[in-house]
């Protein structure tokens, strides 16, 4: 059984996925929280895959969660949280012992297109990337650090969320500056989320029944983070995210697009600083800035209960969403299919209805029950009448991360 270990490290969290990759199953996912913060929690989930007897045909077995919690003061610390958890709770990592370890890391700048053996040099490089994403990198480098200790034995790969944007041309990723300043500085376009929004333009390519090589596609990728790509070819060919993943798309505690202007002004009318614009628009902004709440879920509630600023957070959210998909359809010179996914996308029935509604002109006709339904799994919302397919795509982030880990370590 080849089996790989996947890890998404957060500035305080990691979430990590114990993966069958004989079969692409599950057999321990889990999320270790507040590292650095007092007592931190970790969740750790033994998937029914791993409970059930292999030749079991119908296996009656549900997954079971657990919770852990104690000081977890560094990434070290956590994932020996992790190992402590699947010693306790299963599945044993002596029988199901990982061959390699796949790391997402956000930001690959302009020198990492494919997956990569974490070496030395490279961890110098991402580490290097932190100037771009200080936000991401070195929590992802802290992440790699702390499970080559644990998996010493193993190779460790890392998987860009940039790799997937390296396709963009030119035109779609240089900033209209200075070009010496910006060349300096590596000031350019490169776009995240490639992971997701690969394996989602794949997965609805092959739903659809169509070659990826012929589709024009725009891939909505909404969760807390939020993007969307246009796609022609399997290729990105343009994105929202830019030089770091604050560009584009509302978010749940991002601005998006802003007038770099208002940076000047409140610098000098607000006398705010530079670190004090980074947390205003990172971490203050979005729909948190907006309603006091990050979650749609929340937003709706709220909305719901006649609150003004839910609903005008709202409204701010899918007037975005609508600007981008007209953009992208006229980048695109048209579009075959549409998908939705993260968590606000796989979920959220009143985001996609409202950022879809206006676009009757360009052949998309949204049926409401079908839009309606919780089913899980890939699915289609657009009618049968419906000139542009409408896709519900459940993204699998760390399914892809030890695809493209064993394709470079087997
Ligand atoms: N049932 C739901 N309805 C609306 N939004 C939801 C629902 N479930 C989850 N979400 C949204 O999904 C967001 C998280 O998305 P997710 O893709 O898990 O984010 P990330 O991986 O970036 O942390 C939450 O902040 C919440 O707004
Ligand atoms: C790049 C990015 O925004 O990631 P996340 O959605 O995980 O914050
Ligand atoms: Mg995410």
Redesign the pocket.
């Known amino acids: 059984m080849s089996v790989v270990l996947v890890v998404n490290s957060g500035s305080s969290s990691f979430k990590y996925q114990l993966l069958d990759m004989d079969r692409e199953q599950v057999l321990a996912s889990g999320l270790v929280e507040r590292i650095g913060e007092g007592t931190g929690v970790a969740k750790h989930t033994v998937a029914a895959a791993a409970l059930a007897a292999p030749d079991d045909p119908a296996p009656t077995v549900t997954e079971a969660t657990y919770t852990i919690e104690r000081e977890i003061p560094d990434h070290t610390a956590g994932f020996a949280v992790m190992l402590d958890a699947f010693a306790a709770h299963g599945p044993s990592l002596d029988e199901h012992s990982p061959v390699a370890v796949g790391h997402r890391v956000v930001h690959g700048g302009a020198r990492f297109f494919e997956p990569t053996v974490v070496t030395p040099l490279v961890e110098i490089n991402i580490d290097e990337l932190s100037v771009l994403a200080p936000l991401h990198n070195p929590a992802n480098l802290a992440g790699i650090v702390a499970a080559k200790k644990a998996f010493p034995d193993v190779p460790h790969v890392a998987v860009f969320d940039t790799a997937f944007h390296q396709s963009l041309a030119p035109e779609a990723y240089t900033y209209a500056i200075d070009r010496e300043i910006a060349e300096a500085h590596r000031i350019r376009r490169y776009g995240f989320h490639g992971t997701s929004h690969k394996f989602v333009s794949e997965a609805a390519a092959a739903f659809v029944g169509r070659p990826l090589g012929e589709l024009k596609q725009i891939v909505f990728h909404l969760?807390?983070?939020a993007s969307v790509a246009a796609i022609e070819g399997g290729r990105s060919v343009d994105t929202s995210m830019g030089l770091t993943p604050l560009e584009g798309l509302v978010m749940?505690t991002r601005s998006g697009d802003l007038d770099p202007a208002v940076l000047f002004q409140l610098a000098r009318r607000a006398d705010m600083s530079i670190a004090d614009l980074d947390t205003l628009l990172n971490k203050r902004s979005g729909l948190l800035g907006l309603a006091g709440v990050?979650?749609?879920?929340d937003i709706?509630e709220r909305r719901d209960a006649g609150d003004p600023a839910a609903q005008l957070a709202f409204d701010v959210y899918v007037h975005r969403l609508r600007a981008y998909a007209g953009a992208y359809l006229a980048q695109l010179d048209g579009v075959d299919v549409i998908s939705f996914t993260?968590?606000?996308g796989e979920?959220?029935i009143r985001v996609r209805e409202e950022a879809m509604a206006t676009l009757g002109f360009a052949g998309v006709e949204i049926d409401p029950d079908r839009n309606a339904t919780r089913e899980r799994g890939i699915r289609r919302i657009s009618s049968d009448s419906s000139r542009v397919e409408v896709l519900v795509v459940p993204t699998n982030e760390e399914l892809e991360i030890a695809r493209q880990t064993l394709s470079v370590t087997s």
Do not use: I, K, L, P
């Not at 990050?294 to 879920?297: A, E, K, L």
């Open positions: 969760g807390n983070g749940g990050s979650d749609m879920r709706g993260a968590g606000v979920n959220s």
